[in-house]
């Protein structure tokens, strides 16, 4: 997908994020940084200079792929120290071999200077990766899906790693990703992308709080949906009135006029699932049960508001508070939860 329209300032040391799906422009964002794509209109500036008729090479750019494209025939040192051997004027020995083992300290692998990179893990050949482009001291840090070909597990700590990294370096890192929690944990500001365009910008706190659109909070995270249309609207508070009669207050993105078609976002970790109904319950019976360990998924029916999710934390659990499949109870939540927002066609 081609990108289209986009006006971005990357501010020096920031940690960006294209989030999307796959064919939503993300990656051609990123070659046109990178300089593998040119841009058929407008500018692409670096350090405030100028590089659309400037070479991949001659950037300050460097890039981490999601194969990470790591020469399996040279040693780790003699891989992170490629990309100095080609530079003219080539930097005398000793200068490259104390840049590379700066590198190696950098990503934590000091002594794995001689292995091969068929002797090293998924993990390691990452770090190895990183150690190649950073040992060029670039401006701009280019990563690709880095994260994409490694476990659950060790990804979470490459996560760690990856923002540790780049704050001690103070390097600009911008990162392509089709994973939200990798967006949510790493970035400073997401860009969400859709159809080759920027839907919002924002940091992860304000794209998962305050969605501008649908698309935006079916993305970002998880939520359920009521449909219906806007029924009374003050200021930033609208009421949405559901095919059944029953109106549902929240605050209200941009855009909202009464009579406007429209749904309300509602996180799931917002929800309140209780024994008891409470002040302005929403009864409900249970259809399904899911133990993730640090929460519980339960998706409970209602009459009004159809399926809905509910994130009950593990404290709930642990006193008892539990339900099982075919138990009756009560979902509420807190004004201030509930989202509405223009439903898209």
């Known amino acids: 997908m081609a990108a289209r329209d986009l006006n971005l300032a990357i501010g020096q040391g920031e940690f960006l994020s294209f989030l999307g799906p796959s064919g939503c422009g993300k990656t051609t964002a ?34 981490v792929f999601q194969s990470y494209a790591l020469f399996p025939h040279l ?9 100095l051997q080609q530079k003219r004027p080539r930097p005398a020995r000793a200068d490259i071999k104390a840049r590379v083992a700066e590198a190696l300290e ?30 060029n001291r670039p401006r701009l840090l280019l990563l690709d899906e880095p994260l994409a070909a490694l476990d659950r597990k060790l990804r979470k700590e490459m996560q760690i790693e990856l923002q540790d990294l780049q704050r001690s370096l103070g390097i600009t890192f911008v990162l392509v990703t089709h994973d939200q929690e990798e967006a949510l944990s790493l970035s400073d500001r997401i860009c969400v992308m859709r159809n080759g365009e920027i839907v919002q910008i924002g940091s ?9 659109t649908r698309y935006v909070a079916d993305f970002v995270g998880t939520s359920n949906f ?21 109106v549902l207050s929240g605050s209200c993105g941009p ?50 508001l159809g399926q809905v999710i509910v994130f009950a934390p593990r404290q709930t659990e642990q006193e008892g508070l539990g339900y099982n499949k075919g138990d009756t109870a009560w979902i509420t939540w807190r004004d201030d939860a509930a989202r509405i927002l223009l439903s898209e066609q």
């Not at 040693?75 to 990309?83: D, F, K, L, R």
């Not at 990179?117 to 040992?135: D, F, K, P, T």
């Not at 992860?204 to 501008?212: I, K, N, T, V, W």
Request: aromatic fraction near 6%; charged fraction near 25%.
């Open 255 to 304: 855009g909202l006029n009464v009579g406007d078609r429209a749904c309300m976002s509602l996180r799931p970790e917002r929800i309140f699932l209780r024994s008891e109904a409470g002040d302005a319950g929403h009864p409900v019976t249970v259809q399904n049960r899911i133990f993730l360990g640090e929460h519980t998924e339960y998706l409970v029916t209602s009459e009004t």
């Open 106 to 135: 950098t990503v934590r692998l000091e002594g794995f200077q001689d292995r091969r990179i068929w002797e090293m893990s998924g993990g390691q050949q990452q770090r190895v990766a990183l150690a190649r482009a950073i040992v």
């Open 30 to 63: 990123l070659r046109m940084l990178a300089g593998f794509e040119t841009p058929t209109e407008g500018e692409v500036r670096i350090a405030g200079d100028v590089v659309n008729d400037q070479p991949s090479f001659q950037r300050p750019v460097n890039m």
């Open 204 to 212: 992860p706190q304000e794209l998962y709080d305050h969605p501008a």
């Open 226 to 246: 009521f449909e219906g249309r806007i029924a009374s609207k003050d200021g930033a508070r609208a009421g949405l009135g559901l095919e059944g009669g029953q």
């Open 75 to 83: 040693t780790v040192a003699q891989n992170i120290a490629y990309g």
